[in-house]
């Protein structure tokens, strides 16, 4: 299957203008889904992937999590974003080619290409659908813009495509949203370095970081009144069922998020309601009244201790770029 995907190869979404949209096939091998979910419901404390989030539903669901009123990284983002524009883009310098990792629907991407004029647009995304949607939504807005598009999980070693302009200098490597908070601190120092490798000592990275706060407003942020965020876990549920033939009973389980404040984290949790055996395939999986499987942390940093982080991995913090309230950063960071 993954060879096959591999030697989908490369596929034209479009052209207009000097710039091209292509698309690199997947390179998420399909098996590996089946296999991490057996492996993470098979620990004692059950736990599963985030990244399994992110199917054509969880995108979309993600999107309009984004724009909950609650939910305050994505504003606090595009406006600290909007607000210094002008500085990030002195820092982050024209014409590079510009990587992100994470892209969703690229929206405050949007901006940075405005102004910051990359030479490439790089977007890596596990979310195939998110990725060609945004990929054919900034092919019409920036017809002049090289578009190359890869579907894959960026902890993983990727191949990312050579891109032969030479008027592409540098490379920039941009990480926002905080997915960074997805990651455990040892994953996100791995993830850093391996950035760190791609933009070398010329380049520079943008990384988006959710700072501590009031930990009710992180809990209603997770907590919406609508219950987006509800039926975002538990899509990963449906996930399962549709794509591993599972047979979970989504009315009993629910959601649970709470602020992990030793850990400096929200978790969330997918909480049985009933004691209860789920099947997938052969395997079965009991679970006790109360018993839960754990699908995300979202850990909230302050500035000092990202920037601990950043330069445990080899880079220096030279720019932190917050919003009014000081909710989120955008830390500019260059070779140590
Ligand atoms: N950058 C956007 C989206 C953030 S949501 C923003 O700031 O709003 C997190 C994004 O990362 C999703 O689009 C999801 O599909 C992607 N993602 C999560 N884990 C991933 C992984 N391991 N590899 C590649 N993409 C991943
Ligand atoms: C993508 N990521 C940074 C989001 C977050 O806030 O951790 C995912 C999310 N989970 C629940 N709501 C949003």
Not at 7 to 33: D, E, I, N, W
Not at 205 to 229: E, S
Not at 252 to 274: D, K, P, T
Request: aromatic share 10%; charged share 25%.
């Amino acid at each position: 299957m993954a060879r096959d995907q591999r030697r989908r190869g490369t596929q034209k979404l479009g052209r207009s203008g000097r710039g091209v949209v292509r698309y690199f096939g997947s390179v998420v091998p399909a098996g590996s889904f089946r296999e991490d979910v057996i492996a993470g419901l098979s620990l004692p404390q059950k736990s599963l992937p985030p990244k399994y989030f992110y199917d054509a539903a969880g995108s979309r669901l993600f999107e309009s999590i984004c724009r909950l009123k609650e939910y305050y990284p994505t504003r606090c983002e595009l406006s600290l974003t909007r607000r210094h524009l002008e500085d990030i883009a002195r820092f982050a310098g024209t014409g590079a080619e510009l990587i992100e990792y994470g892209s969703g629907e690229s929206l405050k991407t949007r901006l940075l290409i405005r102004s910051l004029r990359p030479s490439a647009y790089v977007p890596v995304d596990i979310s195939e659908a998110a990725l060609q949607a945004a990929a054919k939504r900034l092919a019409r807005e920036f017809p002049s813009l090289d578009i190359l598009g890869v579907v894959g999980d960026f902890m993983q070693p990727l191949k990312l495509p050579v891109y032969r302009a030479r008027s592409a200098r540098r490379r920039v490597v941009y990480f926002p949203g905080s997915t960074i908070g997805n990651l455990t601190p040892q994953e996100a120092h791995a993830f850093l370095k391996m950035s760190r490798g791609q933009v070398g000592s010329k380049g520079a990275m943008l990384v988006g970081v959710d700072l501590k706060k009031d930990a009710n407003v992180l809990h209603a942020a997770y907590n919406d009144a609508k219950g987006v965020t509800a039926a975002f876990n538990c899509n990963l549920l449906e996930r399962i069922n549709r794509e591993l033939r599972a047979d979970f009973e989504l009315r009993r389980f629910s959601h649970y998020a709470f602020y992990n404040a030793a850990l400096g984290r929200i978790e969330m949790h997918l909480v049985s309601l009933a004691r209860q055996t789920v099947s997938i395939g052969r395997h079965r999986f009991g679970f006790d009244v109360g018993e839960s499987i754990h699908t995300e942390n979202s850990c909230k940093y302050s500035i000092e201790e990202f920037r601990a982080l950043a330069l445990a991995a080899g880079f220096r913090t030279d720019r932190v770029w917050t919003d009014g309230r000081r909710y989120f950063a955008l830390f500019g960071l260059s070779a140590a």
